[in-house]
């Protein structure tokens, strides 16, 4: 019987020792909250917070979907009882904190609707919320929603006292992704308060087109690509010259080479397209040999050679009588030496272009073609289109991102753009410059008509070797070096000219293509000196 009795009382020890469960705590806050609503739309929230403790955090809800254009925004301001940092909220639990919401009252139809998340991002599961609610007036109306914050769930209870002045809202458990909202509805006046708004961006919305867009995108269009017209029409087009200069051309007199106004070959390339290229210097090359300054020698060579030349300087040539940009070009080409190969002319001769290329341009500013250097003006013109095309990025940028005028700013990159490739066309020439061009065209005309009169014989090599430069300008080497190669009629064929020589077993009638593959040779040599990349 004792060992019954000591065995029944260990099981009853054991039965006491599962049933005993210890007390504690439920996890979880409670949420008390007041709140008024102000004639002015400013709603003043007060919550009593219980059953926490230690730092609690609350991240408020400041930004909803208003509609498709727009989002909703709420203040918050004057926090007391803890600090809010961007939209978050911190306190120690238990307590209070006091704060205003702005932007909370919406009109809605005959009434004014108040909206505000009572409860919601709180670090801590709220077990229990209340909610209470007194306005400037009579309610109207009243709802509630708990849980996700797209959640169209009631809440557990909502309710108004007899005179519709207070109205008291309950729920249970409110996650800390889910909120407790409450709706109010008040008659329409009541309050002055609106809802804050701020568009969202979209490029649909940015760049809207509408008559008041689209209507304004044209007179910007209008305005500006006609005020760029006007430049060019005011600034950019070369003075009138007289209608007969175009006519009066006569190159060849008594049998001598006088071409209009005395113009040089590298200063017709750049009086024609305005720009001092490469043409230019290979035509002067060219020139300078034709008149005696230096001799182009053409180097033998087996089928598979890359063709050479060598520039040989001449003794006794009168350099002090060249013109700057000739003189410019003659030392970058020797360089103190007496001859130098074309193959070999890449290295101190590159570093001198850009001295000839000013040369140029300010050759034709002293001939009075030109009021100012056409490459100063190209670039004055351009610069101004690029800054332009900036300012309208900038603009494009600003409208779009703050308003949906973002079209507008297109009008000015549109226009910068025009300035920016119309001031390759801003250089404008002279009268006389003008009239330059007419003799210069009319010059062309009769270098390619064929009818060239009747030249005695011993002036024909002279004569014609004096065209060809100016043939280069005009893309007419391989006729002119066919006529070149004619000069000694039906006899035998020279071997040299006085200025061009050839490879041993070379006459003239190898001519045409010995000076075609040197002009195309040397312009590519030129070209590919990076000072002279104008083209």
Same mark, same amino acid.
């Given at each position: 019987?004792?060992?019954?009795?000591?065995?029944?009382?260990?099981?009853?020890?054991?039965?006491?020792?599962?049933?005993?469960?210890?007390?504690?705590?439920?996890?979880?806050?409670?949420?008390?909250?007041?709140?008024?609503?102000?004639?002015?739309?400013?709603?003043?929230?007060?919550?009593?917070?219980?059953?926490?403790?230690?730092?609690?955090?609350?991240?408020?809800?400041?930004?909803?979907?208003?509609?498709?254009?727009?989002?909703?925004?709420?203040?918050?301001?004057?926090?007391? #009882?803890? $600090?809010? =940092?961007?939209?978050?909220?911190?306190?120690? @639990? /238990? *307590?209070?904190?006091?704060?205003? +919401?702005? &932007?909370?009252?919406?009109?809605?139809?005959?009434?004014?609707?108040?909206?505000?998340?009572?409860?919601?991002?709180?670090?801590?599961?709220?077990?229990?919320?209340?909610?209470?609610?007194?306005?400037?007036?009579?309610?109207?109306?009243?709802?509630?929603?708990?849980?996700?914050?797209?959640?169209?769930?009631?809440?557990?209870?909502?309710?108004?006292?007899? #005179?519709? $002045?207070? =109205?008291?809202?309950?729920?249970?458990?409110? @996650? /800390? *992704?889910?909120?407790?909202?409450? +709706?109010? &509805?008040?008659?329409?006046?009541?309050?002055?308060?609106?809802?804050?708004?701020?568009?969202?961006?979209?490029?649909?919305?940015?760049?809207?087109?509408?008559?008041?867009?689209?209507?304004?995108?044209?007179?910007?269009?209008?305005?500006?690509?006609?005020?760029?017209?006007?430049?060019?029409?005011?600034?950019?087009?070369?003075?009138?010259?007289?209608?007969?200069?175009?006519?009066?051309?006569?190159?060849?007199?008594?049998?001598?080479?006088?071409?209009?106004?005395?113009?040089?070959?590298?200063?017709?390339?750049?009086?024609?397209?305005?720009?001092?290229?490469?043409?230019?210097?290979?035509?002067?090359?060219?020139?300078?040999?034709?008149?005696?300054?230096?001799?182009?020698?053409?180097?033998?060579?087996?089928?598979?050679?890359?063709?050479?030349?060598?520039?040989?300087?001449?003794?006794?040539?009168?350099?002090?009588?060249?013109?700057?940009?000739?003189?410019?070009?003659?030392?970058?080409?020797?360089?103190?030496?007496?001859?130098?190969?074309?193959?070999?002319?890449?290295?101190?001769?590159?570093?001198?272009?850009?001295?000839?290329?000013?040369?140029?341009?300010?050759?034709?500013?002293?001939?009075?073609?030109?009021?100012?250097?056409?490459?100063?003006?190209?670039?004055?013109?351009?610069?101004?289109?690029?800054?332009?095309?900036?300012?309208?990025?900038?603009?494009?940028?600003?409208?779009?991102?703050?308003?949906?005028?973002?079209?507008?700013?297109?009008?000015?990159?549109?226009?910068?753009?025009?300035?920016?490739?119309?001031?390759?066309?801003?250089?404008?020439?002279?009268?006389?410059?003008?009239?330059?061009?007419?003799?210069?065209?009319?010059?062309?005309?009769?270098?390619?008509?064929?009818?060239?009169?009747?030249?005695?014989?011993?002036?024909?090599?002279?004569?014609?070797?004096?065209?060809?430069?100016?043939?280069?300008?005009?893309?007419?080497?391989?006729?002119?070096?066919?006529?070149?190669?004619?000069?000694?009629?039906?006899?035998?064929?020279?071997?040299?000219?006085?200025?061009?020589?050839?490879?041993?077993?070379?006459?003239?009638?190898?001519?045409?293509?010995?000076?075609?593959?040197?002009?195309?040779?040397?312009?590519?040599?030129?070209?590919?000196?990076?000072?002279?990349?104008?083209?």
């Amino acid at each position: 019987m004792t060992g019954i009795r000591r065995t029944l009382a260990i099981l009853g020890a054991v039965a006491l020792s599962l049933t005993a469960v210890p007390a504690t705590a439920a996890a979880g806050i409670t949420d008390e909250v007041t709140m008024s609503l102000a004639k002015n739309g400013t709603l003043h929230v007060v919550e009593k917070i219980s059953g926490g403790s230690g730092e609690l955090k609350r991240t408020f809800l400041t930004r909803t979907r208003f509609d498709d254009d727009n989002d909703r925004l709420y203040q918050i301001s004057n926090v007391k #009882g803890g $600090t809010l =940092a961007g939209d978050v909220l911190t306190m120690k @639990g /238990p *307590g209070t904190v006091e704060y205003d +919401v702005k &932007g909370a009252v919406t009109p809605a139809g005959a009434i004014e609707e108040l909206r505000w998340f009572a409860v919601n991002g709180w670090s801590e599961p709220v077990t229990k919320a209340t909610v209470k609610v007194s306005g400037p007036g009579q309610m109207q109306n009243l709802s509630c929603f708990a849980g996700e914050l797209t959640s169209a769930i009631g809440c557990t209870s909502a309710s108004m006292d007899h #005179g519709a $002045t207070e =109205a008291a809202f309950e729920q249970q458990n409110v @996650g /800390p *992704g889910q909120a407790l909202t409450v +709706v109010v &509805g008040y008659a329409k006046g009541s309050t002055s308060g609106a809802p804050i708004l701020e568009r969202r961006f979209s490029l649909a919305g940015a760049f809207t087109l509408n008559g008041v867009t689209g209507g304004a995108l044209a007179a910007l269009l209008v305005l500006l690509l006609g005020g760029v017209g006007l430049l060019y029409w005011t600034r950019g087009r070369d003075s009138r010259a007289a209608g007969h200069e175009r006519n009066s051309v006569a190159p060849v007199q008594n049998g001598h080479f006088s071409p209009p106004d005395g113009v040089r070959p590298g200063q017709i390339g750049t009086l024609v397209d305005e720009q001092a290229d490469v043409v230019d210097v290979t035509a002067t090359i060219v020139d300078l040999a034709v008149r005696g300054y230096l001799r182009i020698d053409e180097q033998p060579r087996q089928t598979y050679d890359a063709p050479d030349w060598t520039l040989v300087r001449l003794p006794n040539a009168p350099v002090n009588t060249l013109l700057p940009y000739e003189r410019a070009l003659y030392d970058a080409i020797f360089d103190g030496r007496d001859m130098v190969l074309l193959s070999q002319m890449s290295g101190s001769f590159a570093s001198h272009l850009g001295k000839v290329r000013d040369a140029l341009y300010a050759d034709v500013v002293t001939q009075g073609w030109f009021a100012r250097r056409p490459d100063t003006e190209r670039t004055r013109w351009t610069v101004i289109g690029v800054l332009l095309i900036g300012v309208g990025l900038l603009a494009t940028v600003a409208l779009a991102w703050f308003t949906t005028y973002g079209l507008l700013g297109l009008a000015l990159i549109i226009a910068g753009g025009a300035l920016a490739v119309g001031g390759q066309y801003m250089p404008a020439k002279t009268a006389k410059g003008s009239a330059a061009l007419a003799h210069t065209m009319g010059f062309r005309e009769y270098l390619f008509s064929g009818d060239l009169g009747e030249v005695p014989e011993q002036h024909r090599v002279e004569l014609f070797s004096r065209y060809l430069p100016y043939a280069v300008i005009f893309d007419g080497v391989e006729h002119w070096s066919r006529v070149v190669a004619s000069v000694t009629g039906n006899g035998p064929q020279s071997d040299n000219l006085y200025w061009y020589h050839g490879p041993a077993e070379w006459d003239l009638s190898k001519f045409a293509g010995s000076m075609r593959t040197f002009t195309t040779t040397t312009s590519g040599a030129i070209s590919a000196s990076r000072q002279f990349r104008t083209l």
